[in-house]
């Protein structure tokens, strides 16, 4: 399967600032997605990325909060703007390989962020 | 809305007990479904998929599927310690490629 790293591991920032997430992998991919798992809670899908297009984000989310870029087909950032309190989370960046008809989606380490 | 719903638990299972894991979804049209496990402080792990009626077995793992009934489930035999994580059903969406994630079972096997 994909190797995918994620960058920083953690953080912890002021509200009213922003903080990009990096996600690298190891392979080409068609389709990346970021995902946001909050304290206690499961996977919550914040959008798709797919290369040379804009993100398609989920009810919910917006792209003036969580910008995406995706500028070729092993790399995507995903920033978290203006943010507050409500946004420490986890944030996952995951992407989907299809192998012989088989389609399955991996998860990269996660970003935990805090936001005081 | 679409959605997947699974028992929060935690589930208990004595060491070398069978563990059954239960999910169901609302999207009748769905043919993809996973189940991850996740450890606490850790992102989620694929440990199975299945696309057919039936069941489908992998080591200690077993999926199962019922379309019909829109059922999910994930049998551990010889629970170890180390299968004490949190289980995530998964299902991917018959009119998207997205998948959809249960709220997860927190699974614990007791010595």
């Known amino acids: 399967s994909a190797v995918i790293s994620q960058k920083p591991s953690r953080d912890i920032c002021q509200r009213g600032t922003s903080l990009t997430i990096q996600c690298q992998v190891d392979?080409?991919?068609?389709?990346m997605f970021w995902y946001r798992q909050q304290p206690g809670q499961s996977l919550t899908l914040i959008a798709t990325?797919?290369?040379?297009?804009?993100?398609?984000?989920e009810s919910g989310f917006v792209i003036d909060k969580f910008p995406i870029s995706r500028p070729n087909l092993t790399f995507s950032t995903l920033t978290v703007s203006n943010m507050s309190p409500e946004d420490s989370s986890i944030y996952l960046c995951?992407?989907?390989?299809?192998?012989?008809?088989?389609?399955?989606?991996?998860f990269g380490p996660g970003t935990r962020l805090t936001v005081t | 809305q679409k959605e997947v719903e699974q028992n929060s638990g935690p589930l208990s299972v004595p060491e070398g007990a069978i563990a059954s894991l239960n999910c169901t979804y609302s999207?009748?049209?769905?043919?993809?479904f996973f189940w991850y496990r996740q450890y606490s402080g850790k992102s989620p792990e694929l440990i199975m998929f299945?696309?057919?009626?039936g069941d489908k077995e992998d080591g200690r793992f077993t999926a199962q599927l019922n379309k019909a009934s829109q059922y999910v489930s994930l049998l551990i035999r010889d629970s170890q310690p180390s299968d004490s994580a949190t289980y995530l059903c998964?299902?991917?969406?018959?009119?998207?490629?997205?998948?959809?994630f249960g709220s997860g079972t927190r699974l614990s096997i007791r010595p």
């Open positions: 990325a797919n290369q040379g297009s804009e993100a398609t984000y």
């Open positions: 999207d009748r049209g769905s043919q993809s």
């Open positions: 995951s992407v989907e390989e299809t192998r012989k008809g088989v389609y399955e989606q991996y």
């Open positions: 299945i696309y057919s009626n």
């Open positions: 392979s080409q991919v068609t389709m």
């Open positions: 998964a299902v991917m969406e018959s009119s998207a490629s997205k998948i959809i």
